[in-house]
């Protein structure tokens, strides 16, 4: 038998698991980020999103899943950002938000490479 396969299909094995598990307890977490944030950006949006995220993360701690205050800053610049870019902050006028494909290798692409969330080109 040989005992260096086994070994390394046995830890193979064990973290496949342990992601698995991983993924498994994170669910709850990314199934209420998702419909935050597909609630959020429905529309423009309101002048009180911040504290609105802000206790999103407080609800989620409450309920055993931790963001640190690193991530939670860094997560609602990019919700800034994502918000700027598609004209959904406050005093801007609204777009539909375009959604990057890839990233375009010319400027001749870079038409071809973004799509309305509303499917259209």
């Known amino acids: 038998m040989d005992f ?7 830890r193979r094995a064990l973290l496949e698991e342990l ?5 498994e307890a994170l669910e709850p977490f990314a199934y209420a ?3 935050f944030l597909e609630k959020l950006f429905r529309g423009m949006l309101p002048t009180d999103w911040r504290e ?9 701690a409450g309920q ?14 990019w ?5 700027r870019f598609c004209k959904l902050l406050p005093g801007t006028k ?12 010319t400027p ?14």
Do not use: C
Not at 4 to 10: H, L, T
Not at 94 to 101: E, I, K, N, R, S
């Open 94 to 105: 609204a777009t539909a938000p375009l959604f990057a494909a890839e990233m375009p290798s």
């Open 33 to 35: 980020l998702d419909a």
């Open 64 to 77: 055993g899943f931790l963001v640190t205050p690193e991530s939670a800053e860094e997560f609602e610049e």
């Open 52 to 60: 609105q995220w802000h206790e999103f993360v407080d609800q989620q």
């Open 4 to 10: 260096v396969r086994q070994i390394e299909a046995n």
């Open 79 to 83: 919700m800034e950002a994502w918000a």
């Open 108 to 121: 001749e692409d870079k038409e071809e490479n973004y799509i309305n969330v509303n499917g259209a080109i």
């Open 19 to 23: 992601f698995r598990r991983i993924e």
